[in-house]
């Protein structure tokens, strides 16, 4: 929480929503007002644990603009976001995601992106079939969307796994024609306790 926290500061972002759910106490404790961090704070508890974009749609009233979005087990460099978001800045795209690239077993337990020949994101395969992945690319769960998405967050759809998840958002924003770009960034570290 803390690197994520600091790499939200070093990009410029002054007001955090957290969504907590598993250890919400603790979050909360930790993060407290957000002032030990420079950061306005308000932490939001997801009413069930359904999938990411549950999550999201508990925080929708915070989205005003363009927006970071992000699981906040990664331990990140204080750089990270700020090139996300310089990326942002300088492209056209209206939704914007951090690539990692991944081994073929990793894509088949996380995913894949579907890009167009001029590089654009056609779409995320959640957990691609071994073998079956469109790239080797995957999205790490560290977007920034535009507040647009407030909308999607109304009609949320049971994936086949029986979550709400932030990809099945972003596909069905990408087949409305929002553009979608990615970033390659080195994978971020995962966060294990």
Not at 51 to 69: D, K, M, N, S, Y
Request: hydrophobic share 45%; charged share 15%; net charge negative.
């Amino acid at each position: 929480m803390a690197t994520t926290l600091e790499a939200l500061v070093f990009a410029g972002v002054h007001q955090v929503c957290l969504v907590t759910g598993h250890l919400a106490g603790q979050v909360e404790a930790f993060v407290g007002d957000g002032r030990a961090w420079g950061v306005e704070a308000t932490c939001l508890r997801q009413p069930a644990l359904l999938g990411t974009a549950q999550a999201l749609q508990t925080a929708a009233a915070f989205i005003q603009g363009p927006t970071f979005v992000l699981a906040a087990d990664y331990v990140l460099p204080p750089d990270y976001l700020a090139a996300l978001k310089r990326a942002y800045q300088a492209g056209p795209a209206g939704i914007l995601i951090s690539l990692k690239r991944l081994s073929p077993a990793e894509l088949a337990q996380r995913s894949s992106v579907r890009l167009a020949e001029d590089g654009r994101i056609l779409e995320i395969v959640e957990k691609p079939a071994p073998g079956a992945a469109p790239s080797p690319l995957g999205a790490s769960l560290i977007y920034i969307v535009p507040a647009a998405i407030r909308d999607y967050l109304e009609d949320l759809r049971l994936s086949g796994r029986g979550e709400y998840e932030i990809t099945d958002v972003i596909n069905r924003m990408i087949g409305d024609g929002f553009q979608a770009a990615g970033l390659l960034q080195p994978a971020p570290q995962e966060w294990t306790p």
